[in-house]
């Protein structure tokens, strides 16, 4: 593995960056700021920056209702992200599609998605038209071990076997489907040994590690762009929080929390990247504190953001009134 330093460095900041938007929006639900639901991805941050760093800058990013890291991994600007969580017209959505409804086409972000299992046929035909279009694109599908237990999500994951397309399917298992431990749902609890029944090739990893993540990523998207077809990668992780904001997350055992939490992905790094000499205490701190100064300034800008517009209401819609 022969990275460069000042990536890793920047990709340790996006991690914070990660955890910061997440820690925010969670005060910000708090005081009322903002309203609605939330899924936050504080613990999976590994998951999203190493997952991202193993693709080509051109390849499409699919998401599922914890999506918030993808995004910004991918390049999502957090200041929009946030006007978007406030409601406002400057928001990826101009205010109207809230926390599981962003996409930055621009980017190869085509969305996030509110219905468990939901991104898993979409990500899936974006993948068709790029192999159709023989653009050479691979499409990364993010979804959690709860979607392994919709019926369309294997009826995708086949078509995407099946028809070799140039797809990598991530699995974030975080162990629980909101607070359904995985080994109550399934009889055989690892999704990757529970696919490989359709031919597809699957391989589990540790999701707490950055480098590990990467490096799968990087070979079963090298695999899709030769036109060998898809894998499933199944990064083993713990979000350190609850299902969503109201989720106390009484169902799950201290002891366990505390094994995850001593494996907290953002230490890991840290560990990793300092052991390495690839970075040093200050370079890692001016990186925690750009991420933190970003989120600052994504909170003050979604402040200041105007309201939509009341008459913009029938605007964007596919339907007409």
């Known amino acids: 593995m022969n990275y460069d330093k000042h990536e890793l460095i ?35 941050e590994a998951c999203a920056v190493g997952a991202v760093a193993g693709l080509a800058p051109e390849d499409l990013v699919a998401s599922n209702h914890r999506g918030h890291g993808h995004f910004l991994a991918k390049g999502g600007d957090p200041r929009v992200m946030m006007a978007e969580l406030f409601g406002k017209a400057t928001g990826y959505s101009k205010g109207r599609g809230g926390s599981q409804h962003m996409a930055d086409f621009s980017i190869g972000f085509i969305g996030s998605n509110g219905i468990t299992g939901g991104m898993t046929p979409i ?14 694109k691979v499409v990364l599908c993010f979804f959690g ?3 392994s237990g919709q019926g369309a999500f294997y009826e995708a994951l086949n078509m995407g076997a099946t028809w070799d397309l140039p797809i990598v399917y991530l699995c974030e298992n975080n162990l ?120 600052d300034d994504a909170i003050e800008f979604a402040r200041q953001s105007p309201d939509p517009d009341p008459s913009t209401v029938a605007d964007n819609l596919f339907a007409d009134f």
């Open 145 to 147: 071990d709860g979607a």
């Open 10 to 44: 920047d990709h340790y900041r996006t991690m914070h960056l990660i955890r910061a938007f997440e820690s925010a929006l969670d005060g910000l639900f708090g005081e009322g700021v903002i309203t609605g639901t939330s899924h936050f991805c504080m613990g999976q």
């Open 123 to 136: 990500a899936t035909g974006a993948a068709l038209s790029q192999k159709l279009l023989e653009t050479g």
């Open 176 to 295: 629980y489907a909101m607070s359904t431990p995985t080994q109550a749902a399934f009889r055989e609890a690892s999704v990757s040994r529970r696919l490989s029944g359709i031919g597809l090739p699957t391989r589990q990893v540790d999701g707490n590690d950055y480098a590990g993540v990467r490096e799968a990523i990087r070979a079963a998207a090298d695999r899709a762009r030769a036109g060998s077809g898809p894998t499933l990668v199944e990064a083993m992780t713990y979000r350190l929080c609850g299902h969503s904001k109201s989720d106390a997350c009484e169902y799950r055992p201290d002891s366990e929390e505390e094994e995850w939490a001593a494996r907290d992905p953002l230490r890991v790094m840290q560990g990793w990247l300092l052991a390495e000499k690839m970075a040093d205490e200050d370079e890692l701190e001016a990186a925690r504190r750009c991420a933190h100064a970003q989120i």
